[in-house]
């Protein structure tokens, strides 16, 4: 336990900074907006170009890979589905939905937790691999296209809609930092590149930024305060007013469902698929199951965020699933045992 603790500290650390920073208005009024800017198209690029240019990308085609893939696959759709059917979201919502239910904190909080109970974190490098180059752009793409503006309304008015939606879709890599990052950083490790020392280590300390700042934009976020019951606000990414009342209870109801999802189904169809399936060794069994019982990345607070979407459920969601999942990782080191400690 205390070897979890350890781990959660800096999280909770650095989001409880942000929250008196926003609390203050040290920053402005701004702040949470021009940070939340400078994670996704700065510092998260340079993070993802450092760790996916250094990789080989070979190195997650194992059954282990194939048990934790198959929780991820099906707790995102499961997300996606009840995002939709259940709260009644839109395209974009339901992609954060899906990417809150299945989408792990494989490198801030997964690297320690690994390194403490596993013995070492080369899995979760394999899991970082995974959800950079298969999960986020998916994700990113049905962001794109649930929340496309201009050219796409005109094009659907027009009757060229589907055709203006995959042409958005060819070139979001090269609109999309996140991808286009990933990209480079594949086509580096292809190619058997090394950058130059100056240009690497810069990188590096761009990237270095991107979790703390993340942090504190998701601190500086609980700041805000929810709409008055009863009251009526813009829904996100329409001009038409819904009712807020009642609100909270949904709100509640649908942080529940992705927090179950996140923290007890995903690590359970992992344990199901790598156990009874595949017969995992014990070692690598536990590997699968931590880390698919981490709690949700701060990436999908920062997603939501800046797709100018209802960043409410996404932070949330990596709040209350960041808390439960100290239980539900104990539980898991507890029944399947830390071997490699």
């Known amino acids: 336990?205390?070897?979890?603790?350890?781990?959660?500290?800096?999280?909770?650390?650095?989001?409880?900074?942000?929250?008196?920073?926003?609390?203050?208005?040290?920053?402005?009024?701004?702040?949470?907006?021009?940070?939340?800017r400078f994670v996704f198209h700065v510092a998260m690029p340079a993070a993802l170009f450092t760790m996916v240019s250094g990789a080989r990308l070979d190195s997650f085609a194992n059954s282990s890979m194939v048990a934790f893939a198959a929780g991820t696959v099906l707790v995102?759709?499961?997300?996606?589905?009840?995002?939709?059917?259940?709260?009644?979201?839109?395209?974009?919502?339901?992609?954060?939905?899906?990417?809150?239910?299945?989408?792990?904190?494989?490198?801030?909080?997964?690297?320690?937790v690994a390194v403490q109970v596993l013995g070492d974190a080369s899995f979760v490098a394999q899991i970082i691999l995974f959800q950079v180059l298969l999960v986020?752009?998916?994700?990113?793409?049905?962001?794109?296209?649930?929340?496309g503006t201009g050219p796409t309304a005109a094009g659907a008015r027009s009757g060229s809609g589907k055709a203006v939606v995959f042409r958005r879709m060819l070139t979001m890599p090269v609109r999309n930092p996140v991808i286009m990052a990933s990209l480079l950083g594949v086509a580096v490790s292809a190619l058997g590149l090394r950058l130059p020392h100056v240009l690497a280590h810069s990188c590096d300390l761009l990237g270095a930024a991107a979790v703390p700042t993340a942090l504190i934009t998701l601190g500086i976020s609980l700041n805000a305060r929810p709409a008055a019951a009863g009251s009526t606000e813009l829904a996100p990414n329409t001009?038409?007013?819904?009712?807020t009342e009642g609100a909270g209870r949904t709100a509640r109801a649908e942080v529940a469902v992705t927090v179950a999802l996140k923290t007890l189904l995903q690590p359970l169809i992992a344990f199901a698929v790598g156990g009874p399936l595949l017969h995992l060794p014990e070692h690598q069994l536990l590997a699968v199951v931590l880390c698919s019982a981490l709690p949700t990345a701060q990436n999908a607070f920062i997603y939501a965020q800046q797709y100018k979407l209802d960043t409410r459920p996404a932070r949330n969601a990596v709040v209350a699933s960041t808390v439960v999942s100290m239980a539900t990782l104990s539980l898991a080191t507890w029944a399947l045992g830390a071997t490699g400690s």
């Open 136 to 147: 986020s752009p998916v994700i990113l793409t049905l962001l794109d296209t649930g929340t």
């Open 1 to 36: 336990m205390h070897a979890l603790l350890s781990a959660f500290a800096p999280i909770w650390m650095l989001t409880a900074t942000g929250y008196a920073v926003g609390r203050s208005g040290l920053l402005g009024d701004r702040a949470e907006a021009v940070l939340g």
């Open 239 to 243: 001009a038409q007013p819904v009712r």
């Open 76 to 112: 995102c759709v499961l997300g996606f589905l009840a995002a939709g059917r259940l709260f009644g979201r839109g395209t974009a919502d339901r992609a954060i939905g899906s990417m809150t239910s299945g989408y792990v904190n494989s490198a801030n909080l997964g690297i320690p």
